[in-house]
């Protein structure tokens, strides 16, 4: 069964930047990878998604430009570029796996990494 960690997660001052990664425990290379995110007393909220093929998929949570999805199949691995971030930024960060990036419950979750905006 597939596997997704997350690492890249921490305490950032607004403004600052964090690179989130997704390591898969196989291939990737015919999976949507989907970031989203929980905020304290929220409901989750989709990110970005990455199709198999790179084309990338808004959720339309977050500010255009400020993050970028990548994915780097050689290994195993996506990442979300989060830039010029914001307090409401602050959440668990989970990336999952599906065969295609869509708004629905995906197949495959990683455990979730925290991100703390805090001046």
């Known amino acids: 069964q597939l596997q997704l960690v997350e690492s890249g997660g921490g305490l950032v001052h607004p403004g600052g930047s964090l690179r989130l990664s997704c390591v898969a425990s196989?291939?990737?290379?015919?999976?949507?990878i989907g970031w989203f995110r929980q905020a304290p007393g929220k409901e989750r909220e989709g990110v970005l998604c990455i199709a198999s093929f790179g084309d990338v998929w808004d959720y339309g949570n977050s500010e255009k430009g400020r993050f970028t999805i990548s994915r780097d199949n050689a290994k195993n691995t996506v990442y979300l570029q989060m830039n010029s971030l914001k307090l409401e930024d602050t959440a668990v960060y989970y990336c999952?796996?599906?065969?295609?990036?869509?708004?629905?419950?995906?197949?495959?979750w990683g455990q979730g990494t925290q991100v703390t905006v805090s001046s």
């Open positions: 196989e291939s990737i290379h015919y999976r949507a």
């Open positions: 999952a796996a599906d065969d295609v990036c869509h708004d629905a419950f995906f197949h495959y």
